[in-house]
């Protein structure tokens, strides 16, 4: 039975009379390696959806690998008969884009809120966390920022390019952060911001990176996380199909070259009390260090969440600001876990592991689901980098390592749900088995 939303009806409604020359809607969902996988259908049919017609796509789209195939994992794919699973229409999600050719809209759908939600849907999973917190008087308050980069459009032999100022004709190829680089990519990072917020995402402040065409553009805090979370996934659909428009390539891959920094995801997360109070800033500050604390425990249990592919582990223990071990510290960016610098009302931790190309969702839950470990374990962390530049606790540097110290891992499974632990395991595991099975030139050259 389809789960309808009283104020969805007129939301289409209202939509479809200010654009009215728009005929289609791509009705988009975030699969396990995070992306988007959806229908479109006709405006006039997305209003029968809201009024209570069924939606249904097949469940096993959730378990999509990289490059689109499918995997066998336990009872699913080739031994289930590929049904079909319930979603609904996300509630204020409906918006117009601006990178096709011709006028559509997008809205999110989901299986979380519906009478069987899919166990291992992203969406689904950051879903049971947040309402496990909430049982227990929790509100976090989170934002993400997302660092990207811009390449040219064609590629060289499958190598990326430096992206072109279209003024000079010029390579960006100065790793700097110079304010002067904004100017000279204006009109694409400024369509970048109008096109997030046209989706409805705060984004705000933008930033020049220390990469060659590498950028980061904020967003505001949420005091709804899976909001905060839908936001991340919606910009990175719309950040690249703006550059596509601009005759730019926008990745957010972790680390593209090996000579310049990887691109984060930094998530910004506090946590307030039924009553407003920032529960991380109470008896000196003891709840905030057991935060930490849960985080850094299970951090080294959720790598295969943080850094998804084999190129994501590039990333840690290269260059500037990207860690080694599982570590924290007040105004360190050198730590996974940082604690900028703020008043009591809006202190928080800055989680700054996680590759840019991660799944905002299951991110979002880990981080959360580590929070918590650390405030009812009620124990104190590991000395921060700031008394110790040695501090830190091991975490596994490789896909098989990482998805063995996550497999069986208690606490992950009982917060992030067994099923979807073995599923996202597995789905991993035979993608990297997948990706390694390719032989390449060097290797070739090195050993032929």
């Known amino acids: 039975m389809s789960v309808v939303f009283p104020d969805l009806l007129t939301e289409v409604r209202s939509f479809r009379a200010k654009h009215p020359e728009i005929r289609y809607v791509d009705l988009i969902a975030l699969d396990i390696p995070g992306h988007f996988y959806g229908k479109r259908y006709p405006m006039d049919m997305l209003e029968k959806v809201a009024a ?41 999600t409906l918006r117009p884009v601006r990178w096709e050719k011709e006028p559509i809209a997008q809205m999110l759908i989901t299986s979380d809120g519906t009478a069987k939600p899919i166990e291992f849907e992203p969406r689904e999973v950051l879903a049971r966390v947040i309402q496990r917190l909430a049982r227990r008087g929790i509100r976090p308050l989170v934002a993400f920022e997302l660092e990207f980069y811009l390449f040219d459009r064609k590629l060289d032999n499958g190598l990326p390019q430096y992206p072109r100022d279209k003024a000079t004709d010029d390579h960006d190829d100065q790793p700097n952060m110079h304010i002067e680089r904004l100017s000279r990519f204006a009109p694409v990072l400024h369509e970048m911001v109008d096109g997030a917020n046209e989706q ?25 996380a899976m909001s905060a979370a839908d936001w991340s996934a919606l910009f990175c659909r719309s950040t690249r199909g703006i550059a596509m428009k601009h005759g730019y390539r926008a990745s957010f891959m972790s680390k593209p070259y090996l000579d310049a920094p990887g691109s984060g995801m ?13 529960i991380l800033a109470g008896d000196d500050q003891r709840k905030l260090r057991h935060a930490v604390a849960g985080c850094l425990e299970l951090l080294p249990h959720c790598m295969p969440i943080f850094a998804p592919n084999h190129n994501a582990y590039r990333r840690y223990g290269a260059m500037v600001n990207a860690a080694s071990k599982a570590s924290w510290g007040f105004e360190d960016r050198d730590a996974c876990i940082r604690i900028p610098e703020s008043d009591p009302r809006n202190l928080r931790i800055e989680h700054r592991l996680a590759g840019a190309d991660a799944n905002p969702y299951l991110v979002l839950a880990a981080i959360l689901t580590g929070m918590e470990h650390g405030l009812e374990r009620g124990v104190e962390p590991i000395a921060p ?5 040695q501090s830190g606790i091991e975490f596994p540097k490789d896909a098989f390592s990482a ?44 050993f032929l």
């Open 403 to 446: 998805l063995a110290a996550m497999r069986h891992h208690p606490e992950v499974n009982e917060g992030l749900g067994s099923e979807f632990v073995m599923v996202y395991c597995e789905n991993k595991y035979q993608e990297q088995l997948d990706f390694m099975r390719h032989i390449d030139a060097r290797e070739y050259r090195w």
């Open 266 to 278: 930094h998530v910004h997360v506090s946590m307030y009390d039924n009553a407003g109070n920032n």
């Open 200 to 224: 409805g995402v705060p984004a705000n402040v933008i930033t020049a990176e220390l990469g060659p065409g590498q950028f980061e553009i904020n967003f505001s805090h949420s005091d709804d």
């Open 385 to 389: 980098l700031n008394d110790n530049r």
């Open 52 to 92: 209570g017609t069924p939606l249904k796509l097949p469940q096993n789209c959730v378990l999509l690998g990289t490059q689109g195939g499918l995997y066998p994992i336990g009872d699913y794919c080739f031994a289930d008969g590929d049904p079909d699973a319930a979603r609904r229409l996300v509630p204020g």
